[in-house]
């Protein structure tokens, strides 16, 4: 409540402020001036977005990952090329993280599609090879966001650099390939004595079949001889 209240009264005094901001992946704390535009509500988590001077660009972060906030006296004016609307647009970057610099490659199969925007991130530079493929460059913060990105165009994309992330992507689909090998094994296991059991149960109804059948020829034994006793019964009354 505190660093919210905080940052409302600096986002209107149009003054800076200075946090202790803890990273998600590292638990690492670093304190920096930052020029906050506007405090929004982004995929279930409240982020500040502003100008880091650390950085020297704009950033966003995460209100529940800063540590601690004081005011500074120092009045900022808004960068004037800033645009909420288009800063959010982004598919990803928005969550602030490590930076990375990262080159993807496209297959010609889907060039058109990546080509149709100008843009798919502001660092972004691309290069369309000789036999068609595309290739695009960005500097991100952080890769959670950009990985869902590049996985959603498999597998027509393939990770240039850096060899670190390329290295994360290979071992996250080998996983899930092994995952999914493992539940289709699962699930061929389950069809098979699901079969087995079936069969099983076709054994003992034709048994059971059979068993009827036996027992209808002895009961229909059992009336003759009881036909045929009556009748030498009956026989055996007549003078």
């Known amino acids: 409540m505190r660093i919210i209240k905080i940052l409302l009264a600096c986002i209107k005094e149009k003054r800076a402020v200075e946090i202790t901001y803890m990273k998600r992946l590292s638990q690492e704390q670093t304190k920096r ?5 506007v405090v929004v509500l982004y995929e279930g988590i409240w982020i500040m977005v502003g100008y880091c001077h650390l950085r020297k660009t704009i950033r966003s972060f995460a209100l529940d990952r800063i540590i601690d906030i004081k005011e500074r006296n120092l ?9 909420l609307k288009t800063y959010l647009s982004t ?23 990546i080509l149709r925007k100008d843009k798919w991130h502001s660092s972004e530079k691309r290069t369309i ?36 992330f390329r290295k994360q992507i290979k071992k ?11 539940q ?38 059992i009336s003759d001889i009881a036909g045929q006793t009556n009748l030498l019964a009956l026989n055996a009354t007549i003078e």
């Not at 001036?33 to 535009?37: F, T």
Request: aromatic residues 10%; without cysteine; hydrophobic residues 40%.
């Open 129 to 164: 090879l000789p036999n068609g493929d595309v290739e695009l460059s960005f500097t991100v913060a952080g890769v959670d966001e950009i990985k869902r990105w590049i996985y959603s165009w498999l597998p027509h994309a393939e990770v240039i650099k850096p060899r670190w």
């Open 33 to 37: 001036i930052v020029d906050p535009y």
């Open 75 to 83: 009045y900022f004016n808004t960068q004037p090329d800033f645009d």
């Open 172 to 182: 996250e689909l080998s996983a899930s390939v092994n995952e999914i090998s493992n």
């Open 91 to 113: 598919p990803w970057g928005i969550v602030d993280g490590k930076e990375a610099r990262i080159k993807v490659r496209f297959k010609k199969e889907i060039s058109d599609y």
């Open 184 to 221: 289709v094994s699962s699930s061929t296991r389950i069809v098979s004595e699901a079969v087995t059991e079936s069969r099983k149960a076709e054994t003992l109804v034709a048994s059971l079949m059979e068993a009827a059948e036996k027992v209808g020829a002895i009961t229909t034994l």
